[in-house]
């Protein structure tokens, strides 16, 4: 499975857009995109998942490039509640498992 | 849906000592995976299984690990003659096995061995 790299950290103030970018430039045709995020002391809850669609749902956006070799979350009115780390993950459909790097650490601010 | 289970959330014991995790799935998923995540650090893959049979173990699954998911339903982890290495939180997920669908985690054990 693909490998990706994710800023460690990043800030957004309340009420904005939070835009969180992640490269996969390896990811080959069959590897899905994943996010999860996580909060402190609870499991990771997933958020989305696309294979080179962009796609909604109630929580985020992800956007593919058109290159698939990166992705960007988008969470498009930030909450004190979406303060977490997030994941991005690339696993193929026929992966049995979900190789979690140290993700993003996302802090909104008031 | 009533989630991912896992019992207990808290452990702490001593070194040497023998401890057992259990994890009960969302009910219509037939693959089940165990995960360890110690601070800072993304969770870290164990083991794996679809339905009983568990089909791939990490390497750092040591001879002091084992799971099993007996009825195909919930699943154990145990690890006998626990280290402080070990301390971490234990994570079980879920998933159904259409190809693409995401895992599903409970919130986990946090295991403390003094």
């Known amino acids: 499975d693909a490998k990706t790299t994710q800023p460690p950290s990043m800030d957004c103030a309340e009420g904005r857009a939070a835009n969180l970018p992640c490269n996969h430039s390896?990811?080959?045709?069959?590897?899905?995109v994943y996010w999860y995020r996580q909060i402190h002391s609870q499991g990771p809850q997933y958020i989305i998942h696309?294979?080179?669609n962009n796609e909604t749902n109630e929580m985020a956006s992800l956007i593919i490039t058109e290159d698939r070799k990166s992705s960007t979350l988008i969470l498009p009115h930030a909450t004190l509640r979406d303060t977490a780390v997030y994941y991005c993950?690339?696993?193929?459909?026929?992966?049995?498992?979900?190789?979690f790097g140290t993700g993003t650490s996302l802090t909104v601010i008031p | 849906d009533t989630g991912v289970s896992q019992d207990p959330r808290h452990k702490i014991t001593k070194r040497g000592q023998n401890v057992t995790f259990r994890c009960d799935p969302i009910?219509?998923?037939?693959?089940l995976y165990w995960y360890r995540q110690t601070l800072g650090q993304g969770p870290e893959f164990l083991t794996y299984?679809?339905?009983?049979?568990?089909?791939?173990k990490s390497r750092l699954l040591s001879d002091r690990f084992s799971a099993e998911r007996p009825k195909g339903s919930f699943s154990t982890l145990e690890i006998q003659r626990t280290e402080q290495g070990d301390s971490a939180m234990y994570l079980c997920?879920?998933?159904?096995?259409?190809?693409?669908?995401?895992?599903?985690f409970g919130n986990g054990t946090r295991l403390t061995v003094t």
């Open positions: 997920a879920s998933s159904s096995d259409r190809g693409n669908s995401p895992l599903h």
């Open positions: 390896t990811i080959s045709g069959n590897e899905y």
């Open positions: 696309g294979l080179k």
């Open positions: 993950i690339v696993r193929s459909t026929f992966g049995n498992q979900f190789y």
């Open positions: 009910s219509e998923h037939n693959r």
């Open positions: 299984f679809q339905n009983e049979a568990q089909l791939e």
